[in-house]
């Protein structure tokens, strides 16, 4: 009877400790996914941004000798990223695919303008930089106007500084609930112990000696959650790196070992906190105390 109950306790820890790993872990999860979209707001931000520049609009009857020579002065900026060169006939048929018809077969001729498109660089995307950048090359004679989307440019910076900073206080929140899941766990696994707790320390067990086993669990417990952390996050970047590799960069092997790491000792730092200070309680506590 005694070995058949042995057996049920040790299940029950078993049972409990592998829990304690995989919320633990889950948490650790959802803290370097934060991590890495903070890392990677830069880029996301940047790869939105560089699509965003100026519609110039060539005058009329504009030679090409011309047109290739502005094209190159405007490549040769430091504030453009690249340039494209749209002819009637390349605007006529974009404006067919769009339309789903061939509108110039409804006139006798194609009233389009010559364009070049002007893509600036991200640094160079926004209300002030780009109201520069058009007045001076609506100064040049080959350019009958130059126009970008202001609101849309407007509203797309208000809703990444926006989202920063949302995002920074949804990570302050869910680190702080973290430490508080992480806690309760092992308080709950801490607790089922107490009895134990009291038993070696009628017998005089110092309060270290008595903290060390549990403390020693407490960092392998951090350990293992951390790493299956990093196995689910490995797995998460591995999808997002094959659907959106060209908006998010996990080229940078350093900064996703830094993130692997401080995940890791996060969770080995957290989970000995909290035992650190669920064992000290426990010790403290009367015989008479353990029943409540």
């Known amino acids: 009877m005694a070995k058949k109950e042995h057996k049920q306790t040790l299940k029950r820890l078993r049972s409990s400790y592998l829990s304690s790993v995989i919320s633990t872990s889950l948490v650790l999860f959802l803290l370097g996914v934060v991590g890495l979209f903070i890392l990677n707001a830069k880029q996301i931000s940047d790869f939105y941004k560089e699509n965003i520049g100026l519609t110039v609009h060539l005058?009329?009857?504009?030679?090409?000798?011309?047109?290739?020579?502005?094209?190159?002065?405007?490549d040769a900026s430091p504030y453009i990223r690249e340039t494209r060169f749209i002819s009637k006939e390349e605007a006529a048929k974009e404006m067919e695919e769009?339309?789903?018809?061939?509108?110039?077969?409804?006139?006798?001729?194609?009233?389009?303008?010559?364009?070049?498109?002007?893509?600036?660089?991200?640094?160079?995307?926004?209300?002030?930089s780009l109201g520069v950048i058009q007045m001076a090359l609506e100064k040049n004679k080959l350019v009958e106007k130059a126009d970008y989307q202001k609101n849309l440019l407007?509203?797309?910076?208000?809703?990444?500084?926006?989202l920063s900073i949302i995002m920074l206080?949804?990570?302050?929140?869910?680190?702080?609930?973290?430490?508080?899941?992480?806690?309760?766990?092992?308080?709950?696994?801490?607790?089922?112990?107490?009895?134990?707790?009291?038993?070696?320390?009628?017998i005089g067990a110092t309060r270290g000696f008595i903290?060390?086993?549990?403390?020693?669990?407490?960092?392998?417990?951090?350990?293992?959650?951390?790493?299956?952390?990093?196995?689910l996050l490995s797995g998460l970047i591995y999808i997002l790196y094959k659907e959106f590799g060209d908006i998010l960069s996990f080229a940078d092997v350093n900064i996703l070992l830094a993130v692997f790491i401080a995940i890791i000792i996060l969770g080995m730092?957290?989970?000995?906190?909290?035992?650190?200070?669920?064992?000290?309680?426990?010790?403290?506590?009367?015989?008479?105390?353990?029943?409540?």
């Open 211 to 231: 903290a060390r086993p549990f403390l020693t669990k407490s960092l392998l417990q951090g350990f293992f959650s951390g790493a299956l952390a990093v196995c």
């Open 59 to 74: 005058t009329s009857n504009t030679k090409e000798a011309d047109v290739i020579q502005f094209q190159k002065e405007l």
């Open 169 to 202: 206080l949804f990570s302050a929140l869910l680190l702080f609930v973290s430490m508080v899941l992480i806690n309760n766990t092992i308080r709950l696994s801490i607790y089922s112990k107490r009895f134990i707790i009291n038993t070696m320390k009628l």
């Open 98 to 128: 769009e339309l789903g018809k061939d509108f110039l077969a409804l006139l006798s001729y194609n009233p389009l303008p010559e364009l070049i498109e002007v893509k600036v660089q991200p640094e160079y995307a926004n209300s002030d």
């Open 269 to 292: 730092l957290i989970t000995l906190l909290a035992t650190y200070f669920s064992v000290r309680r426990y010790v403290r506590l009367g015989s008479n105390d353990l029943y409540y």
């Open 154 to 162: 407007d509203l797309m910076n208000h809703n990444i500084e926006r």
